[in-house]
């Protein structure tokens, strides 16, 4: 085990640095390192490992990375003002650990990550780990943003199937890992579940955050699946779910009738049978295997009639709104 030298606590880089939280960026630092340590323990065994922390902050769960036997650290953070507090850590790390500032939700951390880490998708996972405790309005649309990367393979991916262990809002935490049947079960259930293994590794209570949001805390583990469940675009499994879950208690044939014009109402039941799903569920009582077939039929149908894809049910909704306003608008222009 490596240990760092002695260094001012947490609290005390924070009180010297003036390192307010800053409400704006909704930022809530961890600063119990019997919980930065019990994260960093969730992601996984990180000797030789190279690892990516995203939103370092004042460095809490840093030293708890620096404190494994990892080979590599790379952290990432966009407020500038943590940058002077993260230097003391890197210069006691034995040249481990490297600073970007910078803005995670642009940034290619394959750029960063050696190709010596590297393995090829359907190996093992790879010695490479993104951990990252990030404000709650950041941590959701980057996780989308990183299931369509691992979709592609890309960015952080390129280098295989690496692993990320990161923390949500509880509530968010349990939509992940959601199976059919759950009350929590939703698109991000789906959209997970269908590229990864998902698992909620534990639970923290906000008030053990410095300031403490008004919610607990999910810390999640997120590998790579070698065969996604569903082996269609991103964009169509992402399209399929989003109509699916726009009434998830319905029975799917209501969702599923957003995805075509009202004079196709046909293919709704085409998209039925050729799934082999029956009319009578509701979709947060389908599996994963269940989407994967109807996201299959609904390719079938697009491939026979390519417009289909491109109907919006939202535009067509807000057209009919103009519609009914300019109507409206006519009819008081006629009455003054
Ligand atoms: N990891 C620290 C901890 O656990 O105490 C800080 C956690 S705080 C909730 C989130 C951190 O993410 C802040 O330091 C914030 O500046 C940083 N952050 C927010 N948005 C970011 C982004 N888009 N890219 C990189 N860092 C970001």
Not at 1 to 11: C, D, G, V
Not at 91 to 105: E, N, P, T, V, Y
Request: include cysteine; hydrophobic fraction near 40%.
């Amino acid at each position: 085990m490596i240990r760092l030298p002695p260094l001012p606590t947490i609290q005390e880089i924070i009180r010297i640095y003036g390192l307010s939280a800053r409400k704006k960026l909704s930022q809530n630092f961890l600063l119990d390192l019997n919980l930065t340590r019990k994260i960093i323990k969730s992601a996984g065994n990180l000797k030789n490992c190279c690892v990516v922390e995203v939103g370092p902050g004042p460095g809490g769960l840093t030293r708890s990375i620096l404190n494994t036997e990892v080979d590599k650290l790379i952290v990432v953070e966009k407020d500038a003002r943590f940058i002077p507090s993260l230097e003391i850590l890197a210069a006691a790390s034995q040249g481990r650990m490297k600073i970007i500032q910078g803005d995670i939700l642009n940034f290619d951390m394959a750029d960063v990550v050696p190709l010596e880490y590297a393995r090829q998708w359907q190996e093992n996972t790879p010695e490479i780990h993104v951990i990252g405790n990030l404000p709650f309005n950041v941590s959701t649309p980057l996780i989308i943003r990183w299931l369509d990367s691992i979709s592609k393979q890309c960015n952080l991916w390129s280098r295989g199937r690496a692993s990320m262990t990161l923390t949500f809002q509880k509530e968010v935490a349990e939509r992940i890992i959601a199976p059919p049947r759950s009350e929590y079960r939703c698109r991000l259930s789906v959209m997970c579940q269908y590229l990864c293994n998902v698992s909620l590794k534990f639970s923290i209570p906000g008030k053990a955050f410095v300031p403490p949001p008004k919610v607990d805390v999910g810390v999640v583990k997120f590998v790579p699946r070698r065969e996604p469940l569903i082996r269609q675009p991103f964009g169509l499994v992402e399209r399929i779910n989003r109509h699916l879950f726009h009434h998830p208690n319905k029975f799917c044939v209501k969702s599923l009738g957003t995805l075509f014009p009202p004079d196709r109402e046909d293919l709704i039941w085409t998209m039925i049978e050729l799934s082999g799903v029956g009319d009578k569920l509701r979709p947060f009582e389908l599996t994963n295997e269940q989407v994967q077939q109807l996201c299959n039929a609904y390719a079938t149908i697009i491939e026979q009639e390519p417009d289909i894809l491109t109907y919006e049910f939202r535009s067509q909704k807000s057209a009919k709104e103009r519609r009914q306003k300019i109507t409206r608008v006519l009819a008081l222009e006629q009455r003054l």
